[in-house]
């Protein structure tokens, strides 16, 4: 069982088990860093989606930094394991849900839950496609609030186009990784982007 650790927010430097090398692909220390930095004072208070969740350290660097609950979408039974254990290690499984689905699957259970997000960040297996499907399907679903943020990690040979209702606002390049970030459209399209850019 290999560890990472947390890399900010009131969980900062605690570890918490992973899985690099086997069915999951985690997020590095500086791609997480960097994404909560961009994403600065949005993830305060509010609700966190971590989709191809792998052993959760995406959404529980959220929880660390001020989000308020954060759900998991993950359909390897492992990784789910990992990050409920993760949770109860942390003491935070009560803010947290966590699916056991593949992406479409989970998005329709947590619609018909009623549920939305403030920020939705999707982290797919690199050049197989899921990142523009899963993309989609987040755009297309009731899952998103007005001003809502969603996240894409991909590979820099996918070329990740935005669906009609969304626009990328932020790419930002990490050796073979790319985050980029999307939000809504409005009437003024800058009212939906963060202050912060």
């Known amino acids: 069982m290999s560890m990472m650790r947390v890399t ?14 086997q069915s999951t692909r985690p997020t590095s220390d500086m791609v997480r860093e960097s994404l909560f930095n961009i994403l600065g004072e949005k993830i305060a208070d509010s609700s966190f989606l971590d989709i191809f969740a792998g052993t959760g350290s ?11 609950r954060a759900a998991f979408i993950e ?38 839950n009623g549920e939305a997000y403030d920020v939705i960040f999707i982290d797919p ?3 197989r496609g899921y990142a523009s499907d899963c993309l989609e399907a987040v755009t297309c679903s009731k899952l998103l609030k007005p001003g809502s943020v969603i996240v894409v990690q991909h590979s820099v040979s996918e070329d990740l186009k935005a669906p009609p209702g969304i626009i990328c606002y932020k790419e930002k390049r990490y050796g073979i990784t790319k985050l980029s970030f999307f939000t809504g459209v409005s009437r003024d399209v800058h009212s939906n982007i963060p202050r912060e850019f």
Do not use: H, Q, T, W
């Open 125 to 127: 297996p690199y050049d």
């Open 58 to 68: 995406v959404g529980i660097e959220a929880l660390s930094r001020g989000a308020e």
């Open 8 to 21: 900010g927010g009131v969980f900062r430097g605690r570890r918490i088990k992973s899985l690099p090398g």
């Open 75 to 112: 359909k390897n039974g492992f990784a789910c394991k990992i990050i409920r254990e993760n949770l109860d290690l942390l003491g935070i499984a009560d803010k947290c849900v966590v699916i056991k689905a593949d992406f479409s699957k989970g998005l329709r259970m947590l619609e018909n």
